[in-house]
T-cell receptor, first 109, second 115 residues
């Protein structure tokens, strides 16, 4: 089966940095996605990693270590609008994504 | 352009009734997925359509659930004889190719409440 673990909640201050960790155990691996989901809205694509290393996109960066079954999403210069749930999802070797339960990030002024 | 559209956005139904949920994918996307999101749970895969191929129904939780995709576009998820445990947000997503690196584009979901 597939097992995706991420923390349930995180709180940070506006302007700060937050790192959301994701560990996975899957039967295969064809890439890892991060999605952002605001309450009552659709998840939206943030990043995709398939090779080890860091991918940077503006204030958001995502890191992958395949040997450790580990990824993190780094949010820099936090803004109030970054308050949302962040979903880690793994492609375990076919077209289906297995999702973690999501990490709710609350940004405080 | 237009995103993935789902209807209705909210549905309240009585236990034992049938419901139909509709998904309009992004035009030109060949792959279509249905997921279910329950409070505190990760998204649960239900079914996958790719072009004219037979769908992957391996995630459907029981034979009360069925889905079809007409003309390679619009999809309908049907739940017969609804039960309270069916209450969840049902999310539809489409992707351009269904390849492993092709991101999913989600609709806003249908929140189903079974009373």
């Amino acid at each position: 089966g597939q097992n995706i673990d991420q923390p349930t909640e995180m709180t940070a201050t506006e302007g700060a940095i937050v790192q959301i960790n994701c560990t996975y155990q899957t039967s295969g691996f064809n890439g890892l996605f991060w999605y952002q989901q605001h309450a009552g809205e659709a998840p939206t694509f943030l990043s995709y990693n398939v090779l080890d290393g860091l991918e940077e996109k503006g204030r958001f960066s995502s890191f992958l270590s395949r040997s450790k079954g580990y990824s993190y999403l780094l949010l820099k210069e936090l803004q109030m609008k970054d308050s949302a749930s962040y979903l880690c999802a793994v492609n375990g070797g076919d077209y289906k994504l297995s999702f973690g339960a999501g990490t709710t990030v609350t940004v405080r002024a | 352009g237009a995103g993935v559209s789902q209807s209705p956005s909210n549905k309240v139904t009585e236990k034992g009734k049938d419901v139909e949920l509709r998904c309009d994918p992004i035009s030109g996307h060949t792959a279509l997925y249905w997921y279910r999101q329950s409070l505190g749970q990760g998204l649960e895969f239900l079914i996958y359509f790719q072009g004219n191929s037979a769908p992957d129904k391996s995630g459907l939780p029981s034979d009360r659930f069925s889905a079809e995709r007409t003309g390679g576009s619009v999809s309908t998820l049907t739940i017969q004889r609804t039960q309270q445990e069916d209450s969840a947000v049902y999310l539809c997503a489409s992707s351009y190719t269904g390849d492993h690196n092709s991101p999913l584009h989600f609709g806003n979901g249908t929140r189903l409440t079974v009373t």
